[in-house]
């Protein structure tokens, strides 16, 4: 884990714990994952955004990406980068606390690095039931409430 922008931890104290707990809750549902390595970066918008452009040709910040690891001796499944500036612009524009915005981006990102995907709407209504799922044991509250289109 490493937090490259301080305005994280400025804003959300607890940041590492919480990312920590959330990627460990994700885990702990699948459990017949083998290896368990995961890179967290809390970073800013320009560096997600250099990010996306350089592995994804989409040049604009994002809120998570993720990015799976192949099959390795060491049991690295995968990084996870977040841009503070979106992120919190999100949790501000939805009024959700960051520290639960923050759980639910990194819970995302993780089943990503699982092989999730919302592309089709089957996929997109499995994951964020998972998300739900994993989400309430955390004490966060349904990050779609509210969503009249669920994403």
């Known amino acids: ?45 320009d560096s997600v955004q250099a990010l996306n452009r350089d592995f994804r040709q989409k040049d604009y910040a994002t809120n998570v990406l993720s990015f799976p690891s192949p099959p ?40 990503h690095l699982l092989g999730y995907d919302h592309e089709g709407d089957d996929e997109a209504e499995a994951m964020e039931s998972l998300e739900r799922e994993i989400l309430a044991g955390l004490d966060v509250p349904d990050p779609y409430a509210g969503d009249e289109q669920g994403r």
């Open 72 to 111: 390795n001796p060491e049991g690295q499944i995968g990084d996870i980068a977040l841009a503070y500036g979106v992120c919190a612009r999100e949790a501000a524009e939805q009024g959700k606390p960051l520290d639960h915005h923050l759980q639910h981006l990194v819970a995302h990102g993780v089943l």
């Open 1 to 45: 884990m490493e937090i490259e922008d301080e305005a994280w931890t400025a804003a959300a104290p607890e940041a590492e714990a919480l990312v920590w707990r959330a990627a460990q809750a994700v885990l702990d549902a699948h459990e017949d994952i083998e290896g368990q390595g995961i890179v967290i970066l809390l970073t800013d918008d």
